[in-house]
């Protein structure tokens, strides 16, 4: 039987493994190859000693991981609760499902709400001015992207991590109260190590996207925020300089990969569930 | 004698180094109720797995009706399969499930419907038919797994453990519901359990298995009051094993005494192993027991008591009575000449039979 | 208990600050100023001019058009890779498999959208709907394997050999057994393939030449002049499009797990019945 199967076999793998050839092989790797070009096609290492040795570009990349690691923390502080909560409330597929209906609004749109939200006679400081309060300057600061950024990701971190807390078996829980524990030592004991893949699996969902917002940069950031994307996306797109800004692509590639590692379910333990 | 439907020729199964048979060789007739018992690993659902098609076997030869099916693929076997977890397609309804074969066959609708509708009734789900799957209980799930293979009207029915996922109850009447079900057919049921009491209750003969071998073969009757060995003798029913010595034909030693059996033909003298059923042994006053034993603990068991006892040699007795004990009490057993039963060790299924032929025939 | 009502007032308010930007959007849609500032009035002028601008119709045409096609080939690329990688014992090349799968799926849109760029200038495929669409095949294909798998894993191998059993060739096992086991999964790939390419923008964003506008990359351009409350109707259809989707899903599921829980009970209580 297993025999005779190969021969469907190939033809179920040959549009697939044609697809991981041309769509995800050669973009990797002509990213790579490329990144030893400069702009006027010279082979060269010039672009890896223009990255590591000018400091606007390592500040630029301290700068970017710190603002997605400030994004990530910030949606898993508002996220895990929420998902927490979530788990037993009543209704909660319809519940879930108002977490989602918000994904399919597109991200765009979303960050234009907040242009007009955070405009200098926009919602905000209208509701500021009840209290007399002066218009504040909230775009394109700091504050207004990371704002926007975690607004944009929350649904990406609480889906994760509800799924990890439903696949909980609750009378783990129910053991360790049984055995003496307060709620808080439950949580941290049993609930919290036992969720921890959908910790992960939402970290990972929203560290990664957080490195290359370059949408929200220009619409909300106003520039002053300069991530990994932006500067990919300024290479590509304006300055036309495609050595350089992959690169930077081969930066955020390698950045990337240690997360994934950092944050990836050990292969062993997870299939012996 | 009619030729057999299903022969099983000196056969073998490997796994790199791991042996799952071994020369196994079995015949079954037409129209009998054929059961493999044995422990899990034993080797039986391979055995079932190697007649269904979906494993082929290292060596020896498989037939069906006279012919070598061991290159006929799985869906070309006149044999249908009852899973052991029913194994339903959850995307179709009942009607659906059990058309499937025939609609693979490609009958006129028409047909389809009456014979569909004929094996629902016969395994009594008649009205079921548009039911989902899921909507339905275990139990009822068990009886069209069963209409799905019949409608095909194999000449061979296998089932693997089908009861096993059934509570205790819904077993027993599933039981009988078998069993009165393949007399009506009047096909081949080779039927896969590690239950022995469903074992003895269902079949015309029994293949008990351990370790990739038939280990005995025969009537329930035949295996449950002559175990080969004692793997058998301890798998199948309750029994005290003790260990003897054979000092002449119907004479046995053991416990120190010498006692009446109805065993013969071997070697004076010759080591042996010696069964006797918790339920043979009678409690009685010291004085009259063959054996006298200190009880240690009962349990009620509803229909008898289980005793627990020890005798000097601090051997352990299992018995039943109708009647308790006193925890403490010394009591005296007793048995009948017939209710010992002495087992050579080693001897080989063939040796055997052919002795118990012997001296029986007389 | 009483954590029990602060929790649900900590949901609440999650859930006002995921909606009050929507909301916001959608309430100055009816707003008679052109900016989201001071509400000046009701009106449905800017749904008027959404429904006149015959370019964002088209657009809007387009990215529909893109989402369903490049979806539908997705899934079928998708679904049959999934297949193969099920049939595959080697857990080596299996796993190699999954991981180049899981690429795309973990990889930033702009080194997506980036590297894709590189690579059709170096095959000379001109840059418009072809590419873009090529593109949204591409990155969909991952998730679709991913939503197709576990339907795969969790078919068990008695009901494949229970197929067989009843004489069904291997071609009838999977148009009979397989696919209609997977379906599910399919069209909740199908349904991923499709709302990732409607999402959208990064990628387009760095494919698409002159010629060819997406929904996200007008409203981003858009977006860079200024506010434009046409944008705002056009948000507010699209909300409602998507919350009509949502609750009829929802009443779907529902109703149909209702359905099936009471036709068990049923069927139980005649069970007993018979066994008396």
Known sequence: MAKKSSGTNALFYTPYVLWLGLFVIAPLALIVYQSFFDISGHLTLANYQTYFSSGTYILMTVNSVWYAFIITVVTLLISYPAAYVLHYAKHKQLWLLLIILPTWINL???????????????????????????????????????????????????????????????????????????????????????????????????????????????????????????????????????????????????????IMFLTGERKKRGSLR | MTEPIIELQHVSKRYGDTVV?????????????????????????????????????????????????????????????????????????????????????????????????????????????????????????????????????????????????LDAKLRKDMQYELRELQER???????????QEEALALSDEIFVMNDGEVQQSGTPVDIYDEPINHFVADFIGESNIVAGHMLKDFLVEFNGQAFECADAGMRPNEPVEVVLRPEDLDITTIGNGKVSVKVDTQLFRGDYYEIVAYDSAQNEWLIHSTNPAKDGDTVGLTFDAEDIHVMRLNESEEDFDARLESYEDD | MKTRKWGSLYLVLVFIILYVPIIYLIAYSFSAGDTMANFHGFTWRHYADLFADTRMIQIVIDTLLLALLSSLIATMIGTLGALGIHRTSRPVVKNTILSLNNILMVSPDVIIG???????????????????????????????????????????????????DLGSSNAQVLSRVIMPFIAPGILSGFFMAFTYSLDDFAVTFFVTGNGFQTLAVEIYARARQGINLEINALSGVMFVFALLLVVGYYFIQQGSARRKASHKAESEAKLNEAAH
């Open chain 1, 108 to 258: 765009l749109l979303k960050a234009y709400a907040f242009i007009g939200i955070f405009s200098q006679d926009g919602g905000v400081n209208t509701f500021l001015g009840f209290f007399g309060i002066a218009p504040q300057q909230f775009l394109f600061t700091d504050f207004s992207f990371i704002f926007v950024a975690a607004y944009i990701e929350i649904p990406f971190m609480i889906l994760p991590i509800f799924n990890g807390i439903e696949e909980l078996d609750e009378s783990f829980v129910n053991a360790s109260r049984d055995l003496g524990a307060t709620g808080w030592q439950t949580f941290t004991k049993v609930i919290l190590p036992l969720t921890m893949s959908g910790v992960k699996a939402g970290v990972q969902a929203v560290f990664i996207p957080s490195l290359s917002l370059f949408m929200l940069t220009r619409l909300i950031g106003g520039n002053r925020v300069i991530t990994l994307g932006t500067a990919i996306e300024e290479h590509f797109l304006v300055t036309m300089n495609w050595g350089m800004g992959s690169t930077i692509g081969v930066v955020l590639i390698v950045a990337m990969v240690i």
């Open chain 3, 114 to 164: 980036a590297s894709f760029l590189i690579f059709y200038t170096a095959l000379k495929i001109p840059l418009g709907f072809g590419s873009v669409l090529l593109s949204h095949i591409a990155f969909s294909i991952p998730i679709v394997v991913l939503m197709v798998l576990p339907k795969l894993q969790e078919m068990r191998q008695t009901m494949l050999d229970a197929a067989r």
């Open chain 2, 185 to 195: 057919l009047g096909i081949t049921f080779l039927f896969v359990t590690h239950d």
């Open chain 2, 21 to 165: 048979l071994k020369d196994i060789n079995i015949e079954l007739e037409r129209g009998k109720f054929y059961t493999l018992l044995g422990p899990s690993g034993s080797g039986k659902t391979t055995i079932l797995r190697a007649i269904a098609g979906f494993l082929d076997v290292s060596e020896g030869t498989i037939m069906f009706d006279g012919k070598k099916i061991n290159d006929v693929p799985a869906n070309m076997r006149k044999v249908n399969t009852v899973f052991q977890d029913y194994a339903l397609f959850p995307h179709m309804n009942v009607f659906d499930n059990v058309a499937y074969g025939l609609q693979i066959q490609k009958l006129k609708k028409a047909e389809v419907q009456t014979r569909v509708e004929a094996a629902l009734k016969m395994v009594r789900l008649a009205g079921y038919a548009d039911r989902e799957i899921s909507e339905l209980s275990g139990g009822q799930q068990q009886r069209v797994a069963i209409a799905r293979a019949i409608v095909l009207e194999p000449a061979v029915l296998l089932l693997d453990e089908p009861l096993s996922a």
